[in-house]
């Protein structure tokens, strides 16, 4: 019944004008139902749709391109907030400041060395993960240039990548500010 081909299809159906000159009407119902089965097995096989997202047929486009784009608004997260590798990295410079200022050097000196050198460590692990936020977000916008053409960029990851790279853009900003004493500087003894 499934197995007829398009000349029985229509033979079928031109013999189900008339199912009363028959006497049955068999064929009429058989010819729908075949090309009732027609359309399923076209519909199941994908012949003539036009699929729903870029790239269906061939699996997941994008999973690397999203995560990438999460990666670098994250990054530009922590270059704004602060990392815990800054956080130590900044604890670790004061220790040494304090290690290797005298009780006898001058306040400025003091200043400086314990608590100047670690703003400034903080600022460049800050600098570095906005820097990083930037080229991962740059990296996955430009991406599609050099894919397989005709495969459109979903809008969310475009979204995603252009946060992380506003957000490395101002985190990089800021820590050039900091890093500078332009933006809370170190007082004056």
Request: aromatic share 6%; charged share 15%; hydrophobic share 45%.
């Amino acid at each position: 019944m499934g197995t007829r081909t398009a000349d029985e299809t229509e033979a079928t159906t031109s013999g189900a004008e008339a199912p009363e000159a028959n006497g049955t009407g068999t064929e009429a119902g058989e010819a729908a139902g075949a090309k009732d089965d027609q359309e399923t097995a076209a519909a199941v096989t994908g012949e003539g749709a036009e699929p729903d997202e870029p790239g269906g047929e061939e699996g997941p486009f994008g999973v690397g391109q999203g995560a990438g784009a999460l990666v670098s608004a994250a990054l530009g997260l922590v270059s704004l907030s602060g990392s815990w590798i800054g956080t130590v990295a900044g604890a670790r410079e004061q220790l040494v400041g304090q290690l290797r200022t005298s009780t006898s050097a001058s306040v400025a000196t003091q200043i400086k060395e314990v608590y100047g050198d670690a703003w400034h460590t903080t600022a460049l692990w800050g600098g570095l993960f906005a820097l990083a936020a930037l080229v991962v977000g740059v990296v996955v916008l430009a991406r599609p240039a050099f894919g397989a053409p005709g495969r459109a960029q979903a809008p969310w990851i475009k979204s995603a990548a252009w946060a992380g790279v506003v957000l490395g853009v101002v985190g990089l900003l800021l820590a050039v500010l900091k890093y500078t004493d332009a933006l809370l500087g170190l007082p004056s003894a």
